[in-house]
């Protein structure tokens, strides 16, 4: 079936039809077994692709009303916007349940920066859950290593609406400190005032510290010259075979 934008379904069309039975017919279609002789439909969406069909149906002949055909394109419409709102629904559970699954942190703050939500993640990987940071800047996790001119510029970025990349140098709630990767980007409301702010961070510890060991393998390098290197590329070559 065609995918149905919004719009299509808040414009229910009406269709009258009416006829006779004579018996049954050779498809002994539901009309002849229900003995049905006239009807009403309200049609939701394309008459091609109907989405949904409210039908209204008598034994006897009938010619409906204005009043009829008005009731069933009322009805028709509740149901329509019923619909939308369950697709609109779906859609919220969808995102809920991808952003709680998903492996990268996120959290959500205010317009002034006050932390709203936080998925799993970010309590995996910072060890502060929900309610431990629900109110309170993201700020928090600094580790004080990092110049404020740095974090002054982030917020310059947002505010004025465009997204921000970077690093941060942070601290758990056990002390530790690691490092993270983060995407901040402003959230706007249909006036286009940002109302919120959503970050989507990654723990890139791991490789910071593969990137530390890489470099001094090169300045040892560089120190005891080319045979050095030679050797460490031949370990390494040797451990991966």
Request: proline letters at 2%; aromatic letters at 10%; hydrophobic letters at 35%.
């Amino acid at each position: 079936m065609a995918r149905l934008h919004l719009d299509d379904l808040k414009r229910a069309q009406t269709v009258v039809f009416e006829w006779e039975t004579k018996g049954q017919c050779a498809n002994r279609c539901f009309a002849c077994e229900q003995g049905l002789v006239s009807g009403l439909v309200a049609v939701l969406g394309p008459l091609q692709e109907p989405l949904a069909i409210l039908g209204m149906y008598s034994r006897n002949k009938r010619v409906f009303s204005r009043d009829d055909r008005h009731f069933a394109e009322s009805v028709a419409n509740v149901l329509a916007m019923s619909m939308e709102q369950w697709h609109t629904s779906e859609k919220l559970n969808k995102l809920s349940r991808a952003v709680e699954q998903s492996p990268s942190v996120i959290l959500i703050t205010d317009r002034n920066g006050a932390i709203e939500y936080v998925n799993p993640q970010f309590t995996k990987v910072t060890g502060y859950n929900g309610e431990e940071v629900l109110g309170k800047n993201p700020s928090m996790l600094q580790s004080g290593n990092v110049d404020s001119a740095y974090y002054k510029d982030m917020w310059k970025t947002i505010n004025a609406g465009d997204d921000w990349r970077g690093e941060f140098y942070n601290r758990r709630k056990s002390g530790e400190l690691y490092w993270e990767q983060a995407s901040i980007s402003p959230v706007q409301d249909a006036q286009g005032q940002i109302t919120h702010f959503i970050g989507i961070k990654e723990d890139i510890t791991q490789h910071k510290q593969l990137e530390d060991a890489i470099h001094s393998v090169a300045v040892g390098g560089r120190h005891w010259g080319e045979g050095f290197l030679e050797d460490i590329a031949c370990l390494l070559y040797t451990s991966d075979a």
